[in-house]
Structure formats: structure tokens, C-alpha cells
């Protein structure tokens, strides 16, 4: 009893931060990159490793498993190398390094990498009417994709 | 400083990743009811690869074998209508392609191993599609056949597959294909899309590795058209189309331009394979 009721103050807390986060979105153009990474949320609303395990699979999302090896998704038939495996990388980067590598992977890789930069403007050419000026993540997006990531841990 | 010490990281990575699965293309040689195909040649000069490697051997076992023997391969059934359509009277001339071409065992022969070719009236290249379309309403007085529809793929498939077995060698020294081969390059390395990838990203940089379940390969052309078990009789610029939306980018017209340069240069990425029309792909 007493759970649920904490459960659901949280859960309305967690409503009335993300309204009020809303207006305090980051836009693409305006994130900033620091030696560390981004070290700022793009929404100030906590990721949701749930929503994030499921932007992380859906191949019209983060498509990530296209690319990336990933052992916590085992039951998900084919699994791309052209990346590499993400097991354990919570271990291996920071969170804002990895919103880095999630927003716009050119900033901490190369300009060669062929990882799509999910948060970002700066694209290929002759972009498709329909994605013009458009993102393939939203931000909360990305932060749902943080927040999976994290639990990507030993 | 940072980057380095991450592409370290990423590199260490990569190396278990590519231990965890079977990256590269299989060691198997292709025969078509008894005749060896080249499947692996040396790179011309100018490539960024030793060798140039036939899709066919980045194939699992079973749609190989369905290549190996004509009776067992779906692509023949289109070969073969491909064929009806050439000795077919068509157009106000009450001609076929037969009328003038006669047996196409000899006249077509070669022909799918050098296109595309310089075309001095069109002052462009000229691909196996084109040039039906320019015989059909040049010399039959018929309509040029709308992009992949009217017979179109099963005609330049029954051409190209005069050619099974011979050595791809496209000629640029005539007219300008020097200059086209120089634009299909331009647009081989040109990212493209919201997903920000060019051509090479995935067939140069990355072929051998799956992206999911696609096993990607060198992208070489010498199969056209092919038949894919997922989709059915597809041709080769409804392939590049397919590629080019995959990057979310807008997809360039048929014959265009842009396309045909495309064309001129893949072609000549696969210089020294065989013709393997009508190829079987996934």
C-alpha cells in the first residue's frame, strides 16, 4: 500500500518534470559538446530504460542492433558487427560520453564513422522531403537510449 | 587527445566483435551447369580493394547452389520470357529484335559484359535498358518500355545472360566515359540521407560485415538483374533506388543522370568478374 503510494507521487513528479522540461528541450543546433561530452540531459527529464531498450531495437528508431551486437537483447534474432559489441559499455564510457556518441558520433569518433548521428543536423545530402530539418531521435528519445545504455553494465 | 584514447577503446572493441561472428565472404567456387565463373579477380588499378569478389560468395549455402544449376534457378523463368519477347513482332516497322539481330546466342554475346557503353548520339552512356529502349523506337517504331515494366528486365536479363561466364570490361576511353566514371565516383563516396551514408560506407568500409541480417558485400553489379528470394526479378537501378532510400535520402529517377554515372563506375568496381545474370540474392 504504502509502495504504491510512493510509486505514484513519483510517477506525477516525474509528469510535472517533464512539463516543465519541455520548454527547456535542447534543440540540435544548440547542444553543447565539452571535452567530457554533453554533459547536460538534452531534456531534464530522466531517461526511461524501458522506452530506451525499445528505441534501441525498433529499426525505425535507434535501429542500433543494425550495427551493434548487443547480449541483453539475445532473444532478437541478427545482431549487426559493423560496430562494435555494446556489452559492458557503460564500463567503458561516461554518460555524457555516450550522449555524445548517441547525438552526433562524428564529434568523438571521426568524420569517417559511418554511426548516424541521432540528435543531429548536420547530414547527408539530399535528405527525403518527409526528414528534412528532422532528427532520427527526438531528445527524450535519446535519453531513454542513456538511460538502457546505463544498465549495460557488469 | 580524447579522440585517440576513445578510437583506442573502439578499436579494442571491435577487434572481440569481429571474433564474435563470420565476417568475411565464403572460400567456394561457383560453375553454372558445368562453366566456371570468375567470382574473384584482381582489382583494377585505382581500386581501394586487392580484389574484387562477386556477391555471390557472400551468399549462404542454399541460395548459392540455387545459382549454380539453371534449372533450379528462379531468375531462368523471366530469362526465358526474356526470350520470347526478342523474336516478338512489336511496333508500326512489324519488326522484332530478331529481324535484325538474328540469333542472340552470337549477335548479343559480350554485350552484358561491356556496358554501359559510350553512346555518340545521346553524347551519355548507354546501358542494355537504354539501348532496347532506343532500338525499340528508333528502328521498330514502337514505345520505349517505362522503367521495370513491360518486359524491360526480362529482355536485358535474356541479353546479359549471353554473356554467363564472361569477364566484365567496360571501355572508357571512348567519348566521355572517363569524365561519367569520375561523376559515379564523386556520388560512390557522397554521403547521402538523414542517415548520413554513402555507398562506400557500407560496401567498401564495411563489406564482409552484417548489417542485421544483411550480409554486406562488395555491392558489384555483374549479376543484373537479380532474383531475390524476398522480393522477386529486380533490376539494377531499382537496387541502387532501394540503397539510396535506405540512407533516407531522396531517391534520384531511373536513367537519370546521376544513375547512369552510378552505373559506369559500379560496373567498373567489378572489372574482371563474370556475368552471372540472372544472379540469386536474398
Excluded at chain 1, 522540461?21 to 571535452?35: G, H, K, R, W
Excluded at chain 1, 549487426?80 to 561516461?94: F, T
Excluded at chain 2, 523506337?137 to 526480362?154: H, I, L, R, V
Excluded at chain 2, 566515359?177 to 562506400?200: F, P
Aim: aromatic share 8%; hydrophobic share 40%; glycine share 8%.
Amino acid at each position: 500500500m504504502m509502495r504504491r503510494m510512493n510509486f505514484t507521487l513519483g510517477v506525477a513528479a516525474a509528469i510535472m518534470l517533464s512539463t516543465a522540461a519541455l520548454s527547456s528541450e535542447i534543440a540540435p543546433e544548440a547542444v553543447e559538446f565539452t571535452d567530457e561530452g554533453i554533459t547536460m540531459s538534452l531534456t531534464g527529464t530522466p531517461g526511461d530504460p524501458v522506452e530506451g531498450a525499445k528505441v534501441f531495437k525498433n529499426t525505425g528508431l535507434g535501429n542500433c542492433l543494425a550495427c551493434h551486437a548487443n547480449e541483453d537483447m539475445a532473444s532478437d534474432q541478427f545482431h549487426g558487427d559493423v560496430g562494435p559489441a555494446l556489452d559492458d559499455v557503460a564500463s567503458r564510457y561516461d554518460e555524457p560520453l555516450l550522449r555524445a556518441i548517441v547525438v552526433n558520433s562524428k564529434t568523438i569518433f571521426t568524420d569517417e564513422t559511418v554511426m548516424p548521428g541521432f540528435y543531429s543536423l548536420d547530414v547527408g545530402k539530399n535528405v527525403a522531403e518527409k526528414f528534412v530539418g528532422k532528427t532520427i531521435l527526438t531528445a527524450q528519445q535519446v535519453e531513454d537510449v542513456l538511460a538502457y545504455l546505463g544498465t549495460l553494465k557488469e | 587527445m580524447k579522440r585517440l584514447l576513445i578510437a583506442g577503446v573502439a578499436l579494442a572493441a571491435g577487434l572481440t566483435a569481429a571474433s564474435w561472428s563470420m565476417a568475411e565472404p565464403v572460400d567456394d567456387t561457383l560453375e553454372i551447369d558445368g562453366k566456371p565463373m570468375i567470382t574473384r579477380a584482381k582489382a583494377p588499378e585505382g581500386m581501394p580493394f586487392d580484389e574484387v569478389l562477386s556477391g555471390w560468395l557472400y551468399r549462404e549455402a542454399e541460395t548459392r547452389d540455387l545459382e549454380r544449376d539453371t534449372f533450379e534457378n528462379p531468375g531462368m523463368v523471366p530469362v526465358e520470357d526474356g526470350e520470347v519477347l526478342w523474336s516478338k513482332v512489336d511496333g508500326t516497322a512489324g519488326k522484332s529484335c530478331a529481324t535484325c539481330h538474328g540469333d542472340a546466342a552470337e549477335s548479343m554475346k559480350g554485350i552484358g559484359a561491356t556496358f554501359p557503353k559510350w553512346d555518340a548520339d545521346s553524347n551519355k552512356p548507354i546501358n542494355v535498358e537504354l539501348q532496347i529502349n532506343k532500338c525499340r523506337t528508333e528502328q521498330m517504331g514502337a514505345e520505349a518500355y517505362p522503367f521495370d515494366k513491360g518486359g524491360q528486365n526480362e529482355l536485358t536479363a535474356y541479353i546479359k545472360h549471353q554473356s554467363l561466364g564472361l569477364p566484365v570490361q567496360i571501355d572508357l576511353a571512348e567519348g566521355d566515359m572517363q569524365s561519367w566514371w569520375e561523376q559515379g565516383k564523386e556520388l560512390y563516396y557522397t554521403r547521402t540521407g538523414q542517415l548520413d551514408l554513402a555507398c562506400a560506407s557500407c560496401h567498401e568500409a564495411n563489406a564482409g560485415k552484417f548489417i542485421r541480417a544483411d550480409h554486406l558485400s562488395q555491392g558489384q553489379v555483374n549479376g543484373f538483374p537479380v532474383y531475390r528470394l524476398k522480393s522477386g526479378f529486380t533490376s539494377l537501378h531499382n537496387r541502387f533506388r532501394g540503397c539510396i532510400r535506405d540512407t533516407r535520402a531522396e531517391m534520384p529517377k531511373a536513367f537519370s543522370d546521376e544513375l547512369m554515372a552510378l552505373e559506369t563506375y559500379v560496373t567498373w568496381r567489378g572489372t574482371g568478374l563474370s556475368v552471372e545474370t540472372p544472379a540469386v540474392r536474398p
